[in-house]
């Protein structure tokens, strides 16, 4: 098992910055890949983008340039940076990790709502 455990969100203002970071423990040597995905009430889930653990990067073409998805020393650590947030970015964010032979992301962490708002 691997428990995956998101920090960082809150109220942030227009134009403001935020970094969220996400945690897995456990079984986390088995971890291949760790993402990011946003939810709003209403909407479809939205994947934002993952880092594998080789180090490689994708983040989504809709926040490219103001979302950076990254990795701290510890390859259980990973971390979204967010830029110039908007309005539109007000949902819960998500951390998730792949562990093959999985094909799909299978440990997902609880959220962190993330609000923005003057």
């Known amino acids: 098992q691997v428990q995956v455990v998101e920090s960082g969100g809150g109220l942030v203002q227009p134009g403001g910055s935020l970094r969220l970071s996400c945690v897995a423990s456990?079984?986390?040597?088995?971890?291949?890949?760790m993402g990011w995905s946003r939810h709003t009430p209403g909407k479809e889930s939205e994947w934002i983008g993952a880092?594998?653990?080789?180090?490689?990067?994708y983040v989504t073409d809709s926040v490219k340039g103001r979302f950076t998805i990254s990795r701290g020393r510890s390859k259980e650590t990973i971390y979204l940076q967010i830029n110039n947030l908007k309005p539109e970015d007000t949902a819960v964010y998500s951390c998730?990790?792949?562990?093959?032979?999985?094909?799909?992301?299978?440990?997902w962490g609880q959220g962190t709502q993330v609000t923005v708002s003057s």
């Open positions: 880092i594998t653990r080789a180090g490689s990067t």
């Open positions: 998730a990790a792949l562990t093959p032979p999985s094909p799909q992301y299978n440990y």
């Open positions: 456990g079984r986390a040597f088995a971890i291949d890949s």
